[in-house]
């Protein structure tokens, strides 16, 4: 069963900086292309970095986060992160991990993990 556990949301600052991690079981990830997603308040939910395979040698970002997030993995854990510096007021959103892949045909979503950005 494929599952997901995100973790490391909490409430910070403008220009503050949070680390987000999941935690994904019942499959590899070394498999797939991940990627992390973000739903704000009365907004779609949306991509905002995925990672390739074979070590992550690609990545790639979401223009509004580009500069600020890093995305990563580790294989052997089987997990991957989220390194979110200079936060802005409208980083504010509850963030999912998952494969890489078309918002609406992926399934397993886990609870996610709320940033809130506010001074």
């Known amino acids: 069963q494929v599952q997901f556990v995100e973790s490391g949301g909490g409430l910070v600052q403008p220009g503050g900086s949070l680390r987000l991690s999941c935690q994904a079981s019942g499959f590899p990830i070394g498999d797939y292309w991940m990627a992390w997603y973000r739903q704000a308040p009365g907004k779609q939910r949306e991509l905002v970095a995925f990672?390739?395979?074979?070590?992550?040698?690609?990545?790639t970002y979401v223009d509004s986060v580009k500069g600020r997030f890093n995305i990563s993995r580790d294989d052997g854990k089987n997990a991957q992160y989220l390194q979110m510096n200079d936060l802005k007021f409208e980083d504010t959103a509850v963030y999912y991990c998952?494969?890489?892949?078309?918002?609406?045909?992926?399934?397993?979503w886990g609870p996610g993990t709320q940033v809130v950005v506010s001074s």
């Open positions: 998952n494969k890489f892949g078309t918002i609406g045909l992926l399934e397993s």
């Open positions: 990672i390739s395979k074979d070590d992550g040698r690609t990545t």
